[in-house]
Structures are given as C-alpha cells and as structure tokens.
C-alpha cells in the first residue's frame, strides 16, 4: 500500500528526465520496503509482548493456585494437629478414670507431654491435674499384715498406690511452676501464667519450693506431712482459709504480691514466715498455731487495701520504722514480736 501510493506521486510529479524518476521509484521501493521492515518489527515485538503478558498471567494463575493449595493443606494439618490434640487429651483424661494405678500414671504423664508440646493446653491440663488431687483421698495407715483380711489388705494397697499417683501429680506440677533462677530466661520445662485451684484437695508433704504462679486457691486443703512454699511467689495472691497443716509449715521468703488470706487455718506444728513479703492485704483472723509462728523480718506493706486491714498472729505487730524495699513502691515495714 505504501509502494502504491509513493509510486503514483512520483507519477504526478513533472520529472522530465527519466533517469531521475527511475531513481526515485527506486527510493520510493526502498522507503516501502523500510516501513515493511518496520511495520513487521513492531508486529513481532507486539506478539512478543502478547505472549510474555499471556505466560505472566498463566504464572499468576498458577501461583495462586499452589497458594491456594497451601493454603488447604495447612488448613488440613492444623485440622489433624487439632484433632490429635483431642484424641489425645480424651485419652488420657479417660485414664485418669481408669482403677488401676499405673494406667492413672500413664494418663498424667500424656498428659504432661500434652501440656509441654502445646502451650495452649497448659492451663486446661494444669486444671485437670488439680481437680484430680481435689478428689476424695484416704492416706494410708500402717500395713495391717498378713492376717488381716484379704479386702483390707486391698484397700491398703489401693491406698498406697493412689498415694503415689498424687505424689506424682504434685510433682508434675512442680516440675511445670518452677521457673528457675533467671527469670528472663526462664527453664523450658516452666509454664507461666498459671493460677491453680486447690480447694479442698489432698496433698501430701507437698514441697512448692520456689514455685510462681499467679493465684493459688488452698482453701479447707490438707496438707498431710511436711509443706514447704520456700521463697515460692504469689503473683497474684493466695488463700489458705481453713486449710489444715499437719506438719511443720514453711513460707520463708515467700512473696505474695497480692492478698494473703489465712484466716481460720489451722497450723498443729511450727509455721515459718521469716523474711517472706506481703505486698497486699495479709490476713490471719482465727488462725490456729498450734506449736507458734515466726515472721522474723517479714516484710509488710500499709498500702491502701480497701476497708479491710490486715491482721497478724498474735505477739507480732507492724514496727513503727518504715523502710524503702529494693525495686518496690510504697511505705514497708517488718513485722516484729510484741507482747501478747
């Protein structure tokens, strides 16, 4: 087309010479042939662009058909871990039920593996472990022997066994509320943020040594034996209302941030509160100490509390010195002795 058209000017043109419009035929063949050239080198570099646009839209397409399918194939394995997860915690909760001793273990112990793999889990796992030792319990006496009745003997050894079962659930929770000496790096075993629930259980020469949790309900519990919640701290705060020690109490160094409520406990041997702190409200209305207390440089805040003040054993009293506590706010004081 553009041939024709330059060929029918040149046409028109007065060029009596016919040489020259040889030439410019010539020129107007070359022009013609140019924009050929050209106009297919735009064609290819257009075809060249459809099809690099075309593969980047099929490679769009096909990456998010692969996001896609990610997508559902994690959705399928949260699913399944979810579903493992229950199966699991069904299971073992299953063999807390069981009446034979070891399949109980085998159940805590699942359930422990539970709790350490998934953080999610601790708290209800914790929960369990602690309406477990919640439930009714009979500590043994001694062995009946061999002539005593076949169903006694049984019940002895149901007896015993059980006690072992519980030893071991209070050291699962030892194990998990132990941070250990940094607190900015604490154990991997530690499982922070737990509060427990303790009412009316159980527990047996029960050493919470250095523990921390959040809130910790003891009320009415048994403690049978020995307790020890040395340099252990309350984040929170802790109730004992009527709990009963049997043995020697020890809550040296204890830190209860929050409210410490021991009203109506009842203490049959000596209980220790040497240099133990109580940030909050502390309450020890009715308490019965059987063999005594000690709260040798415990440290005590006057901090508002509300309306209710704090109450101390009698023959201890809050010194008249203030002092300033490292890294705490607020007026302290120490508990002294003082005549009855």
Known sequence: MVLVVLWHWIDTLALADAEKKAVAHLDAVKVAASIAVGGGGLFVLYLAARRQRTQELELDARHSELAQHDRAQEDIRHDAEARRVTDLYAKSSEQLGSDKAPVRLAGMYALERLGQD???????????????????????????????????????????????????????????????????????????????????????????????????????????????????????????????????????????????????????????????????LGQFVETQLDEGASFDKALITHRSSGSLPSTWPSGWRASEEHEVAEGRDGTWHRLEPCPD
């Not at 509060?195 to 049978?224: E, P």
Request: with cysteine; proline share 4%.
């Open 118 to 280: 998934n953080p999610h889990q601790r708290l209800t796992v914790i929960n369990l472990l602690c309406a477990y030792l919640r439930m009714p319990f009979t500590n043994p006496v001694d062995d009946p022997g061999e002539e005593a009745a076949e169903a006694v003997r049984a019940e002895h050894h149901n007896r015993v066994q059980e006690r072992e079962v519980r030893l071991s659930a209070q050291g699962i929770l030892i194990t998990h509320l132990r941070p250990g000496d940094d607190l900015d790096n604490p154990v991997d075993t530690f499982w922070p943020d737990i509060s427990l629930n303790l009412t009316g259980a159980h527990l047996i020469d029960l050493i919470f040594a250095r523990v921390r949790v959040g809130y910790a309900w003891f009320d009415k519990a048994t403690f049978d034996g020995n307790t020890s919640f040395y340099g252990s701290t309350f984040t929170s705060g802790a109730q004992f209302t009527s709990a009963i020690f049997g043995g020697w109490s020890q809550f040296s160094e204890a830190m209860f941030a929050g409210h410490a409520i021991f009203s109506k406990a009842i203490f049959k041997q000596k209980a220790l509160f040497e240099r133990a702190t109580f940030a909050r």
